[in-house]
């Protein structure tokens, strides 16, 4: 029986939103963390925080169960289907690609609340924006 690989995702805006913002996703596999990182001129939080998503997917398209940690409302219920997805709409196509047959299972974490994976994933996305 396959596991899920677990994953911890963060964006974020600085010095204001909208502003120049990163993006950052931490994959736990048995022993093994991978840390990646990424970021963008002029953004948008919510837009960043869905692209972390996206970018662990697509880095993990072999793999078909996911539990994935989050701080973002947004980007559980968007993806959920319980909010209506008005804004981001081509990110949201792009998630529902790589999304497309997976078992994903999200998770809400409070943010800077002192959850290890939580506090590291944010300062990656926050050195995503430098």
């Not at 793999?63 to 968007?78: E, G, H």
């Not at 999200?106 to 300062?123: I, S, T």
Request: hydrophobic share 35%.
């Amino acid at each position: 029986m396959m596991s899920r690989i677990i994953i911890y995702t963060d964006g974020s805006c600085r010095p204001k939103n909208p502003g120049k913002g990163g993006w950052g996703f931490i994959a736990l596999l048995q022993e093994c963390e991978i840390h990646v990182n990424g970021g963008a001129e002029y953004t948008t939080n919510n837009v960043m925080e869905i692209t972390a998503v996206i970018e662990a997917l697509r880095e993990f398209d072999n793999i078909q169960k996911f539990l994935i940690y989050t701080d973002s409302q947004y980007v559980i219920n968007c993806a959920q289907g319980k909010w209506e997805r008005k804004k981001n709409v081509e990110l949201w196509k792009k998630y529902d690609t790589y999304a497309q047959g997976k078992d994903i299972i999200f998770e809400w974490v409070k943010a800077h609340n002192g959850d290890h994976y939580n506090e590291l994933v944010d300062k990656l996305a926050k050195e995503g924006s430098e």
